[in-house]
Structures are given as C-alpha cells and as structure tokens.
C-alpha cells in the first residue's frame, strides 16, 4: 500500500451508551465512516486486478511502457476460500424438529452460497456484514453486506455492546445520503437530515452480524499490498528492459549517412558520428544499456516468496 495514502483501518467505531440517537450524530458516525473508503476502495480494487501500476504517469512516447499487474489478492484469496469453504458448513442439533427449521432457513436463503461470500469480503476488506431482514411474507431474509456500505457502532464499555448500525447510500448527486439506522427495538428510515417515522424491529436486536477476519479487520493480502505493488513495478520495467533490447539503436561511427538515411532517427533507431575516411575506423554495432536481468530475478523471486509466507497463504 503505498504509504503517501494514510488510510484509516477499520477500528470499532465507540459511542457512548446514554447518547440520543439523532441525525447528528448519524452524521458524526457517517463521517468517520467515510474516512474508511479509500481503503476499502484500494483492496477492493486489488482483488479485481485494478492495482496503482495501471496509474502511474506515463513515459514519453518512444520509450516502453508496459503495464503488468500479477493479481496475487485474487489467488491468495481464492486459495485460502479453497481450503476454508470449499465444502460448506455442515450444522446439526439435537433437537430434530431445531434442526430441520435450521436447514429449511438455510436452503431458503442459500446459506452456502452467503456463507462463501461472507468468507470472501471478508478477505477482501478485513469484515463483512450479514443483514437481517422480513419479505412480504415476513420469512426472515438474508443478504451480504460489504463495510463500504454498512457500519455498526458499539458503546463505550468493556461489554463492547452493539448500539446501532446504519446502512446507507447516496442519490445521483453523490452528496444527498439515504438510509436506515438499525436499533434493537426500530428500523429508522432517514433522507438526507430527516428521519422518517421508525418502524419496529421484529428481532429484538439489531438486525445485523459482523463478522471479522481477525481481531484487526485487516484483509487476508493487505500486510502484502505493498510488495505486490512493487512486483508489479519490477516485472513492467523488465519487460520495458526487452523492449528496448528488441529496438536497440544501431550506431554507425565513422561514416556520415546521407539525410534520408537519418530522417527519422528515433523511429529507425540511429545514431550517427562520423569523421574518418579509413574503412577500418568505421564501426557498426548496436548499442544496449546495461542489463539488470540477474538482480531482477532475484528480487521478483523474493517479493514472490516473502508475499505467500507473509500472507501465509500456500502457493499451489
């Protein structure tokens, strides 16, 4: 990650328990919330194989400039999903009559296929969020939830109780936010800075489940964002290497080509210094810069292995 971005990880958002739940402070926590973005925007883009090589300024013209991102996060990802969830979660209970209302729940709301989903933002941005919620039917529905669209904030205490959570958007004018604040006994509604009329909450507790990476919230390949950034960099750069390799410039030492001969120098890649008559002063040899292919090799080889051991994840 490159370290000019100081984004903000995603640490339990507090609040004081005795406060009232109005829309400033929604918008307090809205916020801090937004502060978390970029972050999550970053390794969200990481994992689609979006990474910063593709924004870097570009070269001049007539010089390489290749572009190449190997997508680490994605496989790391995927493997580790591999291993962890690729045969779903089995549940059972004692009960019978418990057990079949479970997997009825299950198979209703494709549980395995949530359950797999949860696992994979979770890697992704560190968390994710299981919402709760009654169809026209008032069956219990489920849907995953990233954190770029969802936050819960706890209270203050060693408890570390959930409060309220607020899912929201914005309108076409990116600035206009929409959403509901989720307590354990309504479902508000708000537009803009007004709060509609609550409705009740048919669960008794707050309608969402975070789940978490680890204790941090931090994803599964963002301690290695960096070296895959740098990767990215060294591999580009050794293929701008073989490119200039393949359209090295001929130089002729010696011998004055006439103008048509040099009329494009930069396209046929010619230099020309002359100033002898003596055929065996006369040179023509193609020029390269100094190649760096040992050294790498071997530091793609080491950002390679230090970023499955880092993010302890096997390379298969």
């Given at each position: 990650?490159?370290?000019?971005?100081?984004?903000?990880?995603?640490?339990?958002?507090?609040?004081?328990?005795?406060?009232?739940?109005?829309?400033?402070?929604?918008?307090?926590?809205?916020?801090?919330?937004?502060?978390?973005?970029?972050?999550?925007?970053?390794?969200?883009?990481?994992?689609?194989?979006?990474h910063?090589v593709?924004?870097?300024?570009?070269?001049?013209?007539?010089?390489?400039?290749?572009?190449?991102?190997?997508?680490?996060?994605?496989?790391?990802?995927?493997?580790?999903?591999?291993?962890?969830y690729?045969?779903?979660?089995?549940?059972?209970?004692?009960?019978?009559?418990?057990?079949?209302?479970?997997?009825?729940?299950?198979?209703?709301?494709?549980?395995?296929?949530?359950?797999?989903?949860?696992?994979?933002?979770?890697?992704?941005?560190?968390?994710?969020?299981?919402?709760?919620?009654?169809?026209?039917?008032?069956?219990?529905?489920?849907?995953?939830?990233?954190?770029?669209?969802?936050?819960?904030?706890?209270?203050?205490?060693?408890?570390?109780?959930?409060?309220?959570a607020?899912?929201?958007?914005?309108?076409?004018?990116?600035?206009?936010?929409?959403?509901?604040?989720?307590?354990r006994?309504?479902?508000?509604?708000?537009?803009?800075?007004?709060?509609?009329?609550?409705?009740?909450?048919?669960?008794?507790?707050?309608?969402?489940?975070?789940?978490?990476?680890?204790?941090?919230?931090?994803?599964?390949?963002?301690?290695?964002?960096?070296?895959?950034?740098?990767?990215?960099?060294?591999?580009g750069?050794?293929?701008n290497?073989?490119?200039?390799?393949?359209?090295?410039?001929?130089?002729?030492?010696?011998?004055?080509?006439?103008?048509?001969?040099?009329?494009?120098?930069r396209?046929?890649?010619?230099?020309?210094?002359?100033?002898?008559?003596?055929?065996?002063?006369?040179?023509?040899?193609?020029?390269?810069?100094?190649?760096?292919?040992?050294?790498?090799?071997?530091?793609?080889?080491?950002?390679?292995?230090?970023?499955?051991?880092?993010?302890?994840?096997?390379?298969?």
């Amino acid at each position: 990650m490159n370290g000019k971005r100081p984004y903000k990880l995603p640490e339990p958002l507090l609040c004081s328990a005795d406060k009232e739940i109005n829309m400033t402070l929604i918008d307090e926590y809205i916020r801090k919330h937004e502060e978390r973005i970029p972050r999550y925007r970053y390794l969200e883009n990481l994992y689609k194989g979006f990474h910063d090589v593709f924004r870097l300024p570009e070269k001049e013209s007539w010089k390489p400039d290749n572009r190449l991102a190997v997508n680490f996060p994605r496989y790391i990802t995927e493997t580790f999903l591999g291993y962890a969830y690729g045969v779903p979660i089995k549940k059972s209970h004692p009960d019978e009559k418990i057990k079949d209302a479970i997997l009825e729940f299950d198979r209703d709301n494709d549980i395995s296929d949530q359950e797999y989903e949860l696992a994979k933002k979770c890697c992704i941005y560190g968390h994710a969020f299981e919402y709760f919620y009654q169809d026209e039917e008032a069956k219990t529905k489920t849907v995953v939830c990233n954190p770029k669209e969802l936050f819960v904030v706890y209270d203050d205490t060693v408890k570390s109780r959930a409060l309220f959570a607020v899912r929201y958007g914005k309108k076409d004018d990116n600035v206009t936010r929409y959403g509901e604040i989720l307590t354990r006994t309504e479902i508000i509604p708000f537009d803009g800075e007004k709060m509609q009329e609550g409705m009740p909450n048919p669960y008794g507790r707050i309608n969402c489940v975070e789940y978490v990476l680890n204790d941090e919230r931090i994803g599964l390949y963002e301690e290695v964002a960096g070296m895959v950034e740098t990767y990215n960099r060294v591999i580009g750069e050794k293929a701008n290497d073989i490119d200039s390799f393949a359209e090295a410039y001929l130089a002729v030492l010696g011998a004055e080509l006439d103008e048509e001969g040099v009329y494009k120098i930069r396209d046929n890649r010619i230099i020309n210094l002359y100033g002898t008559d003596n055929a065996k002063d006369i040179i023509v040899q193609f020029l390269g810069k100094p190649t760096a292919d040992g050294t790498q090799e071997n530091l793609l080889n080491r950002l390679e292995d230090l970023i499955y051991q880092t993010s302890m994840v096997a390379n298969i």
